[in-house]
Nanobody, 120 residues
């Protein structure tokens, strides 16, 4: 059983930065997803079990960085140049595979979510 604990959300002004953390028990594929009010949950970024493969949705490329420290059992999502449209609940997800990419159905475990609010 993989356990996920997210942290790091909060309120930030547009143009600011936040770093989300996801404590993951196990070297699994991890993805970050987000859900804005009234919208479906969408893919944000993914990383494989070793950290050698990453992927991002187009809207965050060049602004967000996903990384992991397996010694600390933690996956990070560094969010720079935040925009009001980045406001959402961000979820960390893990899969019993080495890499799962953007497919939400490929993830087996989900965190409780952390709120990110960006003021204009």
């Amino acid at each position: 059983q993989v356990q996920l604990v997210e942290s790091g959300g909060g309120l930030v002004q547009a143009g600011g930065s936040l770093r989300l953390s996801c404590a993951v028990s196990g070297r699994t594929a991890v993805g970050w997803f987000r859900q804005a009010p009234g919208k479906e949950r969408e893919f944000v970024a993914a990383i494989n079990w070793s950290g050698s493969i990453t992927d991002y949705t187009d809207s965050v490329k060049g602004r967000f960085i996903i990384s992991r420290d397996n010694a600390k059992n933690t996956v990070y999502l560094r969010m720079n140049s935040l925009k009001p449209e980045d406001k959402a609940v961000y979820y960390c997800a893990a899969a019993n595979t080495r890499y799962s990419g953007s497919n939400q159905d490929a993830y087996d475990y989900w965190g409780q979510g952390t709120q990110v609010t960006v003021s204009s």
